[in-house]
């Protein structure tokens, strides 16, 4: 079985912070590990993903993940948030050999000016 | 390149009635999947295509819900009749071939209210 626990709801950061989004999972195997953003009344959109080798990912508009395995793992960054980075941010796992990929409750992120 | 659309956006119906949302995914791709997000919890995941083929609907909450995909291009979703509990965001997404490069691509979700 595989799983993600997002544990905060809601991040609150001022514009130009850094921004940090938590994750963690368990899966019985290795696993690959993503990323993906819902902007108001937009769809879930790709920001990047871990399959293997460098621990540290970088994705889209300036975010970038790093995967831990000892502590499972594979928290999203960005050094400096932008207003426009108010959204709802999904981390999502798949195991190796499955397709079904498994997501978290989500965390909505608000940067304010 | 167009990416995976949905229709309706939303819909509205009472309890009993019967819905369907219909998912176009990226052009030449095979592999369609529905997921579904119910009052704000995790995404989770219903069934998954390959052409017009089902591999997994282990994720179908019971038999109201009915997928198809004819000719292997777009998919219907139908939920027949609703019930309450099927409110919720149902996505759909799509992906060129399974593997580990594999990546799956979400369109904007059908917003289902059930009455």
């Known amino acids: 079985a595989q799983s993600v626990a997002q544990p905060e709801d809601q991040v609150n950061v001022a514009e130009g912070n850094p921004l940090t989004v938590k994750c963690t999972y368990s899966v019985s195997g290795n696993p690959y590990l993503f990323w993906y953003v819902q902007y108001p009344n937009r769809g879930l959109q790709f920001l990047l993903k871990y399959i293997t080798g460098d621990n540290l990912v970088k994705g889209s508009y300036g975010f970038e993940a790093e995967f831990n395995k000892s502590q499972t793992s594979f928290h999203l960054k960005k050094p400096s948030a932008l207003v426009s980075d108010s959204a709802l941010y999904f981390c999502?796992?798949?195991?190796?050999?499955?397709?079904?990929?498994?997501f978290g409750a989500g965390t909505t992120v608000t940067v304010r000016a | 390149e167009a990416g995976v659309t949905q229709f309706p956006s939303h819909s509205v119906i009472e309890k009993g009635q019967t819905v369907t949302l219909r998912c176009d995914p990226i052009?030449?791709?095979?592999?369609l999947y529905w997921y579904r997000r119910v009052m704000g919890k995790e995404i989770k995941f219903l069934l998954h295509?390959?052409?017009?083929?089902?591999?997994?609907e282990s994720g179908m909450p019971n038999n109201r819900f009915l997928a198809e995909r004819t000719g292997g291009t777009y998919s219907t979703l139908k939920v027949q009749p609703a019930e309450l509990e099927d409110s919720g965001v149902y996505f759909c997404?799509?992906?060129?071939?399974?593997?580990?490069?594999?990546?799956?691509?979400f369109g904007p979700g059908t917003r289902l209210l059930v009455l």
């Open positions: 997404a799509s992906s060129q071939e399974i593997g580990s490069l594999e990546t799956q691509y």
């Open positions: 052009s030449g791709h095979d592999n």
């Open positions: 999502a796992v798949r195991d190796r050999g499955d397709y079904k990929l498994s």
């Open positions: 295509f390959v052409k017009e083929s089902k591999q997994d």
